[in-house]
């Protein structure tokens, strides 16, 4: 099955599920596989690692509902921080782990909303975002 199939074929599952959940965790894996594609085209070193990052974590789901929604909302963030910090309570994630997904979440975004370009259907502010700036407060805690 070739790339652009298999995403489809993720797209069309989410979208034909009943539970919210599954159908979050399938965008997130469609939206890993075409940024894995896109970041192998551009040339981008390591691409497979920060794409399994972003994985690892979870975090190519917020990416999924951030792109859904064209930005990235405070409560999805809220959210996923409950959700990390449980995984590093209950050492399913260790600190180094959380902190590079976030850091390659943060790197997508950016690079998503550059393509998108002023307007675009995909805002990310790195500047009075208050979202990405949890995210990134968080990821700095975790250099103990």
């Given at each position: 099955?070739?790339?652009?199939?298999?995403?489809?074929?993720?797209?069309?599952?989410?979208?034909?599920?009943?539970?919210?959940?599954?159908?979050?965790?399938?965008?997130?894996?469609?939206?890993?596989?075409?940024?894995?594609?896109?970041m192998k085209a551009a040339g981008i070193t390591k691409a497979e690692k920060s794409v399994q990052a972003l994985d690892?974590?979870?975090?190519?789901?917020?990416?999924?509902?951030?792109?859904?929604?064209?930005?990235?909302?405070?409560?999805?963030?809220?959210?996923?921080?409950?959700?990390?910090?449980?995984?590093?309570?209950?050492?399913?994630?260790?600190?180094?782990?959380?902190?590079?997904?976030?850091?390659?979440?943060?790197?997508?975004?950016?690079?998503?909303?550059?393509?998108?370009?002023?307007?675009?259907?995909?805002?990310?502010?790195?500047?009075?975002?208050?979202?990405?700036?949890?995210?990134?407060?968080?990821?700095r805690s975790l250099h103990r």
């Amino acid at each position: 099955m070739s790339e652009k199939s298999q995403t489809r074929s993720l797209l069309e599952q989410a979208t034909a599920s009943d539970d919210p959940k599954e159908a979050l965790r399938l965008a997130g894996e469609a939206v890993s596989q075409e940024l894995l594609v896109a970041m192998k085209a551009a040339g981008i070193t390591k691409a497979e690692k920060s794409v399994q990052a972003l994985d690892a974590a979870g975090l190519n789901q917020l990416l999924a509902l951030a792109l859904a929604k064209g930005k990235l909302s405070y409560r999805a963030v809220d959210d996923v921080l409950v959700q990390l910090r449980e995984a590093l309570s209950n050492r399913t994630l260790t600190a180094e782990q959380i902190k590079d997904s976030i850091l390659s979440f943060d790197a997508a975004a950016q690079r998503l909303a550059m393509v998108g370009g002023h307007g675009g259907g995909f805002e990310y502010p790195t500047k009075g975002n208050r979202a990405r700036d949890s995210l990134m407060t968080f990821a700095r805690s975790l250099h103990r």
